[in-house]
């Protein structure tokens, strides 16, 4: 009898370690190890919400995986967007892949910092060909992408300045 409560009390502290060893294999994108690991859990806890989910998650490890490979290579070639689909298809698959939510937070913020540029540009691309209204409603975008750049804020200010004195002269 104290055999067996002695190895009834140990149930918890093996299943824990089992969860923990499986989610370890999972961040590692080893899917036969995690799957193994939540099988030996719901083996001696039946039903254990943690290891029914993981399970769930290790299911669609593979094409996570694959869909990471592919918005790397997107994100090398510079083509963010598609990069950003794939990381969308990832997470929409797993949704509690912490890889997949560290990489699109990365790629946000390069896409955010590409479309300032490129409104930037095109502001000042308008601003020396004297297309004034243009240039500010770039302006007006490169500072919503980033409403503390001091560059956006002071190119929008010459901006409507030079309009202010277009109106003038006229």
């Known amino acids: 009898l104290k055999v067996l409560q002695g190895i009834k009390a140990g149930v ?10 499986g989610f370890r294999f999972l961040d590692d994108g080893l899917a036969d190890k995690a799957r193994s690991a939540f099988e030996l859990v719901l083996k001696i ?3 254990n919400t943690q290891a029914v ?6 299911a669609v ?6 869909l ?29 892949s ?3 939510t560290r990489a ?3 790629l946000n913020k390069q896409i955010g910092e590409r479309d300032f540029s490129l409104a930037m540009s095109s502001c000042y691309r308008a601003l020396t060909e004297n297309r004034l209204a243009e240039a500010k409603k770039q302006f007006d975008a490169a500072v919503k992408i980033k409403p503390d750049s001091r560059e956006a804020r002071s190119a929008l200010e ?6 202010v004195q277009e109106q003038i002269g006229e």
């Not at 918890?12 to 060893?21: A, C, D, F, R």
């Not at 490890?61 to 694959?66: A, G, S």
């Not at 010459?158 to 309009?163: G, K, P």
């Open 12 to 21: 918890p502290g093996v299943v824990e370690q089992q969860i923990s060893t």
């Open 45 to 47: 806890q039946p039903g």
């Open 53 to 58: 989910k993981a399970l769930q998650r290790v």
């Open 61 to 66: 490890l593979d094409q996570v995986l694959e």
């Open 68 to 96: 990471l490979k592919q918005a790397g290579e997107m994100e090398q070639q510079s083509n963010l967007d598609k990069a950003k689909e794939y990381l969308e298809n990832a997470l929409a698959l797993d949704r509690e």
């Open 98 to 100: 912490e890889k997949v």
């Open 104 to 106: 699109i937070a990365v």
């Open 158 to 163: 010459q901006a409507a300045n030079l309009m």
